[in-house]
């Protein structure tokens, strides 16, 4: 592996110490760093400055420097050209990162010589029919939500799998989850952990005004979609991993299935899922 993509969080790396410090460990194992052109100016390290675009396409993997937000962001981007990523935690939780930050150079030897795991994450693919037309190309590694804007009204929804009629919830919200995201809010809103290689998608709603609702599993070639009829055009918001947000009002239709693009992760440390499970949420 020479090409090595560096994707930093500013706001956790922010003097870029560490981002400088594995640039340096790149090169002295022969390999070719690649840093966005803003990186490479706040670091001066301009010698290895790239477009995005070509970071991610052509680099052998990424390092993604930050928590499992970065890694999101990254993630999303690199399933296009099917780039796997080493992450590196900056952050507190960090379920997805391989190594902390201290031990980045003992991931990364790993990585060249051969000695890590890839493990291949489903993510989800959404389009959004509105009455103004239809919005495609939406992706997501966690998870879909669609939650009540800032006005105090519940919202309604009619939730369908695969055409099939589940059931009309009235909640602050729904999610829609990989098995990645059963551990972000998904799990904050009391759904199931989900084991991360399981194909499978859960549906969970938000603070359900009614004792029975309850999360659902669906199988992952299985399509939900979601029929939002908020009262009096209350603004609603519709998030992909919390990072990217379309605010919406009236009768709107979200579709969310199996995406066929999948985010590629590098894992050199032998915690298995259970263990990882274990001591993160122990904390």
């Known amino acids: ?49 790239r477009k995005e675009d ?24 690199a399933s ?10 900056l952050g507190t ?6 190594e902390e930050k201290n031990r980045a150079e003992y991931a990364i030897d790993k990585v060249l010589k051969g000695a890590y795991k890839k493990e291949k994450r489903m993510m989800l693919q959404t389009s959004i029919v509105t009455d103004e037309g239809r919005i495609n190309g939406i992706i ?38 990989t098995p990645t995201g059963s551990t972000a809010y998904n799990l904050s809103a009391g759904g199931p952990v989900l084991k991360a290689d399981a194909q ?19 199988a992952a070639d299985d399509v939900v979609t979601v029929e939002v009829n908020p009262r009096e055009d209350t603004a609603f918001t519709i998030s992909a991993d919390g990072q990217e947000n379309w605010s919406l009002t009236g009768k709107n239709v979200v579709q ?9 992760i590098l894992k050199t440390n032998p915690q298995n899922f259970y263990d990882v499970l274990r001591h993160k949420l122990s904390r």
């Open 1 to 49: 592996m020479e090409k090595v993509g560096l994707i930093p969080n500013i706001d956790k790396d922010r003097d870029l110490s560490v981002t400088k410090r594995l640039t340096r460990y790149l090169l002295e194992k022969g390999c070719i760093p690649q840093l966005s052109e803003k990186v490479a100016e706040l670091a001066g390290l301009d010698l290895y400055a």
């Open 54 to 77: 070509e970071i991610y396409q052509h680099s052998d993997f990424i390092i993604s420097l930050g928590g499992d937000g970065t890694l999101l962001g990254v993630g999303r981007r």
């Open 80 to 89: 296009q050209y099917n780039t796997p990523i080493l992450g590196v935690n």
């Open 93 to 98: 939780l960090g379920f997805l990162t391989a």
């Open 140 to 177: 997501a590694l966690n998870d879909i939500c669609i939650t009540r804007g800032i006005l105090y009204k519940i919202l309604e929804f009619n939730i369908f799998v695969n055409d099939e009629y589940v059931d009309t919830l009235r909640a602050d919200g729904v999610i829609i989850c």
């Open 200 to 218: 499978i998608i859960a549906v969970t709603p938000i603070a359900p005004h009614t004792l029975t609702s309850r999360s659902i599993v669906v």
């Open 256 to 264: 969310i299935r199996r995406a066929k693009e999948f985010t590629t």
